[in-house]
C-alpha cells in the first residue's frame, strides 16, 4: 500500500491526543511515507488542548504552554517538509458536511496526499474525496496498514518512544495499555505477538 513516496495528512483530531501524537510522529520518521499537516491544523490541536489545559488547572500555565509550542517545533523539525502552505484556493471547490474540515482536504489535494487520517471519517464522505483520489482512514485502519509494511520499522518506532518516555518510565506491557485504550486494536495484539523484542 506505502511506498517512501505515500503522502498522508493528520488531521487535527489525531495529533491532540499526546500518545496518539507521538506513535504518528514517530512513524513518519521511519520515512515508510510522507507525513503532512499545516499551521492550521497545528494552531487547531494546540488551542483545543490549552483550553482544555486552562480549564483543568491555571496553575502554571505560561510553562504548559510554551511546552506546547516546544512541541510543535521538535514535530515540524522531526518530518521533513511536513507543513503544507498555499492551499486555499481549493477550499471553496469543496463540499464536505462540515465547512470547518474544508482546509483539512484542500491541504491533502495540495501536497498529493492519498490519505487522511482522521478521527472524524464521517466528515470526510469517500464521494468527495474519490474526486481527489483520497480516502480517510481512523488511526486503527492507518496503523493497521502500517504494520502490514514493515512490522521491523513499527517495532523500531515503539521502541524509540519507550526509550523517550523516562519521566516516568513506562513498560511495553503499560504501552499497549494506553494505545489499547485509544481503539488501537490491531496494534496492541501486534505488539503482545512480539514481547520479545522489548525484553
Request: proline share 3%.
Amino acid at each position: 500500500m506505502f511506498s517512501s513516496n505515500f503522502t498522508v495528512i493528520y488531521d487535527a483530531n489525531v495529533l491532540y491526543d499526546s500518545v496518539l501524537r507521538d506513535l504518528l510522529v514517530q512513524l513518519a520518521t521511519e520515512e515508510l511515507f510522507k507525513a503532512r499537516w499545516t499551521l492550521q491544523i497545528q494552531q487547531e490541536w494546540s488551542s483545543k488542548l490549552l483550553k482544555e489545559l486552562r480549564r483543568k488547572d491555571k496553575k502554571d500555565f505560561s510553562i504548559k504552554k510554551n511546552k506546547i509550542n516546544r512541541t510543535i517545533e521538535l514535530m515540524n523539525e522531526a518530518v521533513e517538509d511536513c507543513l503544507v502552505r498555499d492551499y486555499d484556493h481549493y477550499i471553496d471547490i469543496l463540499e464536505l458536511p462540515d465547512l470547518r474540515d474544508k482546509h483539512v482536504l484542500a491541504a491533502g489535494i495540495k501536497c498529493g496526499a492519498q490519505v487522511i487520517v482522521t478521527d472524524n471519517s464521517k466528515h470526510f464522505p469517500q464521494k468527495e474525496l474519490e474526486k481527489y483520489d483520497i480516502e480517510a482512514q481512523n488511526p486503527a485502519i492507518f496503523t493497521k496498514n502500517v504494520i502490514g509494511l514493515t512490522e521491523f520499522k513499527v517495532i523500531s518506532s515503539v521502541k524509540s518512544i519507550l526509550n523517550r518516555l523516562i519521566n516516568p518510565p513506562l513498560s511495553i506491557e503499560e504501552l499497549i495499555e494506553m494505545y489499547r485504550n485509544r481503539g488501537l486494536e490491531s496494534l496492541c495484539s501486534f505488539l503482545e505477538k512480539n514481547m520479545h523484542e522489548f525484553n
